[in-house]
């Protein structure tokens, strides 16, 4: 099993992306809730997404889940807890057994949402691309991390199988 060091020199994460994500933290939260909107549009649309949230008071908790885990992107401290938090976040999907293909493409969601945002307030594309580089890194690491819940529940099917 990798560890986080390993999981963020496999995609060149330095200590620098870590601090530019922490810089965007005051705009990732003013821009949350519109993230979060959005994010639910796109899941309320597609029938097997919108089965989950059904429940109103489930979906006003999860919305805070979610919006959780968007400021979590930013928090500029990305160790070992963060990666097991990661895993259980993607265990949790297996659990209830909403498909890896969504999940790939709610990410893609909050990708062009921040590409957005920095597009919106960083005019100097050279300032623009290295908190996007950043941004980039981080969505495909907590992607990478969320994916290998759903592997491990392949391999698991494999062995109870045979
Ligand atoms: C739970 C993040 C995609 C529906 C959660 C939790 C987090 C999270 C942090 C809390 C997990 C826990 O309690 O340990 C994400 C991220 C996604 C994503 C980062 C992709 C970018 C989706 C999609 C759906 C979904 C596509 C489909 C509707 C849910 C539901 C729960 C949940 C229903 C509650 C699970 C439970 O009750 O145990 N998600 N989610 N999520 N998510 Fe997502």
Redo the contacts with the bound molecule.
């Keep these: 099993m990798l560890t986080m060091q390993e999981i963020k020199n496999h995609y060149y994460f330095s200590d620098t992306d870590a601090e530019m994500l922490k810089e965007l933290f005051p705009l990732a939260q003013s821009s949350s809730e519109a993230m979060v909107e959005e994010f639910y549009t796109y899941?309320l649309k597609i029938p097997e997404?919108a089965v989950?949230?059904r429940d109103p008071k489930d979906l006003a908790r999860?919305k805070r889940?979610?919006t959780e885990?968007f400021l979590s992107l930013f928090c500029g401290r990305y160790d070992n807890e963060y990666m097991l938090t990661l895993q259980?976040?993607g265990q949790?999907?297996v659990?209830?057994k909403?498909s890896a293909h969504?999940?790939n493409a709610?990410?893609n969601v909050?990708r062009r949402f921040l590409i957005e945002m920095l597009q919106a307030n960083f005019p100097d594309i050279s300032v623009r691309r290295k908190y996007r580089i950043a941004v980039e890194k981080i969505l495909d690491i907590?992607l990478d991390i969320?994916s290998t819940s759903y592997q491990e529940e392949e391999l698991r099917k494999v062995f109870v199988s045979h």
């Design positions: 899941l997404t989950f949230l999860l889940t979610h885990w259980s976040i949790a999907h659990r209830i909403v969504y999940v709610a990410m909050v907590n969320m």
